[in-house]
């Protein structure tokens, strides 16, 4: 069965670096696309960026780009979100999700598109 699972969530200070990661299995991952969201209590949930089945092209939200990166390894069927310079305003449960999905714009494909969601990591920055 196809699932998807974070880790790599926790409690950091503002400044600070975080690796989040999402494991795939049931499903042939290097010919999925990943995508990356979080959403604060109350908030609607945004997307943050993504990545191709390949890896070759990644998009981000704009209020993060230079901060987050986006990565995957095919080989260990994972991908990773690297989380830099955090901000209190980052805090939030973020959620990878996947699907077979490609795109030719510089956004990624809306949320409803992707089928196939893990179970949140929770990320809180604060001092």
């Known amino acids: 069965q196809l699932q998807v699972v974070e880790s790599g969530g926790g409690l950091v200070q503002p400044g600070g670096s975080l690796r989040l990661s999402c494991a795939g299995s049931?499903?042939?991952?290097?010919?999925?696309?990943i995508g990356w969201f979080r959403q604060a209590p109350g908030k609607e949930r945004e997307g943050l960026g993504c990545?191709?089945?390949?890896?070759?092209?990644?998009n981000y939200l704009d209020s993060v780009k230079g901060r987050f990166t986006i990565s995957r390894d095919n080989a260990k069927n994972t991908a990773y979100l690297q989380l830099s310079n955090l901000r209190p305003e980052d805090t939030g449960v973020y959620y990878c999700?996947?699907?077979?999905?490609?795109?030719?714009?510089?956004?990624?494909?809306?949320?409803?598109?992707?089928?196939?969601w893990g179970q949140g990591t929770q990320v809180t920055v604060s001092t």
């Open positions: 049931g499903f042939p991952f290097d010919v999925y696309a």
């Open positions: 999700a996947t699907d077979r999905l490609s795109w030719y714009s510089t956004t990624c494909p809306a949320e409803k598109r992707w089928d196939y």
């Open positions: 990545i191709s089945s390949s890896g070759s092209s990644t």
